[in-house]
Each structure stands twice: as structure tokens, then as C-alpha cells.
């Protein structure tokens, strides 16, 4: 029986708490088109790291010689295979740009500038808005130094592996919530209905996408998409590392959890920093000309912009 399974990791944390905290800032964001454009930047800011940081995972596997070997094979060169468990962990970024199909980034440019688009924000305040808070930076930064993990570091590479595990859970349950939200609860309404009578597909990579289709390709309300085959092979990456490397299955488990809640605590404080600007937005946007002028000198994120973050 396999070492590691969802069904583990669903016993270890509380993910109806984890699906809240990001259902309910969706739910926020979605009722003002500002503070919808506000969302899908600091969302698609802190997922496009994701890619480039699981290739840097697989390096690091994959140049770790004889950390992962096979215990059945006496020759070293032979039984190495760090390979084979960084080919699992690569196959999340795989698919990407492959036979010419466009990066999930160009994607999520093209959502996120249709959201600007329904928001009619002009190019200032949108360049206004990609103006990286501090916290942001602080959790890509964590992203960045976890994720990755040390060659020939066991230890750091099965928190990684849990890191990354936890990175495409959770990413299929945010993409799924997002299509229920923005395009169930709110059909033909706001967003959902400015995607179906104005918003305009576009080529990329000389491939027809609609402006949602960076969500669909990674899960839905009412299905999945390739978060869910991601799982599958991070979770293969795990049961092979815990095969193949020299701890023992209860300290593996011990790792792996270490890093499965690493991404799940960056995760609820990027949904509970994004509901809290999305509060401030509306604050902001209520309160008189001449308040909002007196509070500049505080302002922080946002600076020069009629939709000011205090």
C-alpha cells in the first residue's frame, strides 16, 4: 500500500477551513470589477512562480546522485534514480508550451487583462496595481526558498515534494471555486456575463482561448483539469522517494507534512491579504474625495490612484 494518498493529507489538515478562506475573498472580489482585477493580479502574480519553481524542484532531484536509489541494486551507478522521481515532479510543468501550445502565463495575461478590460481601467492603474506589496513579495520569497529544495539534501527535498503536493491540491480546489463563484453563483450577471456578450476570444500561439480558459485548463466547478493529473504525479513522486531514499517511511511522512503545511499557511495568508485589500478598495471607493485626499500620506501599494489601498 502506498505511503502517500490525498486521503492522508486530507486527515492531517482542515480543507473545508482552507476552501473558506479562498471562497469566501473570490466571493468579496467578484461583487466590484475593480476589486475583481485586484484579485486576478495578486492571484496569477503568485502562481506564476509556479512553473518555473517545480522545474527547479526537478533540477535539484534530478542532480542529486545516489540520494534516491534503489535498495535492490548493488551497483551505485545502476541503481540511482533521482531521475525517474525528478520526471514526476516535471510532468506539472510539462505540458506547458508543448507542440505549441501557449505557457499557462500567456493565459492568465490575457484573463487578467480582460478583467481590467471589464473593470475599464486604464494603463496607469493597471501598472498601479502591479506594484507589488510587501507582503506578496515576503510570501514568493518563501515560495521561492521552499519549493526548490537542496541537491543532495534529502530532508529539504521531501518538504519540497510535500510543498508541491500541497501546491497542485490546492490549486485544483482555487480554480474549481473560482469557475463556481465567478461563473455559477454570478451567471449572467457582472464578469460572467461581460465574458459572454463582449469579451472576444484571442490567438495565441495561433490557438483560439476565450479569457477563462486559464481557469478551465486547471480545474472546474463541475469537473477537473490538469491539477488533478498533477496530484497524481506528485503524489508519485512522494511514494518513489519514500521507496528510494534512505529515511525511514515515518520521517518521510514527517517531511512531507512540514512542507504540505509550509504551502498551506503562504496559501491562507495570500487569501486573507487579498480579502484585506479588497476591504480596504471598498472603503476606499465609499468614503469622500476629501477623506481619501488627508489619508495619502499613508497610503501604501497604491500610490496615486483614485482606488487607493490605506
Given at each position: 500500500?502506498?505511503?502517500?494518498?490525498?486521503?492522508?493529507?486530507?486527515?492531517?489538515?482542515?480543507f473545508e477551513q482552507i476552501e473558506r478562506t479562498v471562497t469566501?475573498?473570490?466571493r468579496l472580489a467578484v461583487k466590484d470589477p475593480v476589486a475583481l482585477y485586484l484579485f486576478f493580479q495578486r492571484y496569477s502574480y503568485f502562481n506564476g512562480y509556479a512553473s518555473a519553481m517545480i522545474a527547479r524542484l526537478a533540477s535539484t532531484i534530478g542532480l542529486s546522485r545516489y540520494t534516491f536509489s534503489n535498495p535492490e541494486l548493488i551497483v551505485k551507478e545502476e541503481a540511482d534514480r533521482g531521475m525517474d522521481i525528478a520526471a514526476q515532479v516535471m510532468s506539472a510543468a510539462a505540458d506547458e508550451g508543448a507542440n505549441?501550445?501557449?505557457v499557462h502565463r500567456a493565459l492568465a495575461q490575457f484573463t487578467v487583462k480582460t478583467v481590467g478590460d471589464y473593470g475599464e481601467l486604464n494603463d496607469r492603474e493597471r501598472n498601479q496595481f502591479a506594484q507589488i506589496p510587501s507582503w506578496l513579495q515576503e510570501i514568493v520569497r518563501d515560495v521561492i526558498s521552499t519549493y526548490e529544495g537542496?541537491?543532495?539534501?534529502?530532508?529539504?527535498m521531501v518538504r519540497a515534494m510535500g510543498f508541491h503536493m500541497a501546491s497542485e491540491m490546492l490549486g485544483d480546489r482555487e480554480y474549481a471555486l473560482l469557475d463556481m463563484v465567478v461563473r455559477h453563483e454570478n451567471q449572467g450577471i457582472g464578469f460572467d456575463r461581460y465574458l459572454?456578450?463582449?469579451a472576444k476570444p484571442a490567438l495565441i500561439n495561433d490557438?483560439?482561448?476565450?479569457?477563462?480558459?486559464w481557469v478551465l485548463i486547471h480545474s472546474r466547478h463541475d469537473g477537473t483539469g490538469v491539477e488533478a493529473e498533477h496530484s497524481e504525479f506528485a503524489l508519485s513522486a512522494l511514494n518513489m522517494a519514500v521507496r528510494y531514499g534512505s529515511a525511514s517511511e515515518k520521517q518521510m511522512k514527517i517531511w512531507a507534512e512540514e512542507g504540505f503545511r509550509t504551502f498551506v499557511e503562504l496559501q491562507q495568508r495570500l487569501f486573507r491579504e487579498i480579502c484585506r485589500?479588497?476591504?480596504?478598495l471598498a472603503q476606499n471607493k465609499a468614503m469622500p474625495a476629501e477623506i481619501l485626499e488627508s489619508?495619502?500620506?499613508?497610503?501604501?501599494?497604491?500610490?496615486?490612484?483614485?482606488?487607493?489601498?490605506?
Open positions: 500500500m502506498a505511503t502517500f494518498s490525498e486521503d492522508f493529507f486530507h486527515d492531517l489538515f482542515d469566501s475573498t473570490i505549441g501550445t501557449p537542496k541537491v543532495d539534501d534529502e530532508a529539504s459572454k456578450q463582449v490557438h483560439r482561448y476565450t479569457a477563462w480558459s485589500e479588497c476591504l480596504e489619508k495619502k500620506s499613508d497610503v501604501t501599494g497604491l500610490k496615486g490612484t483614485k482606488y487607493q489601498i490605506v
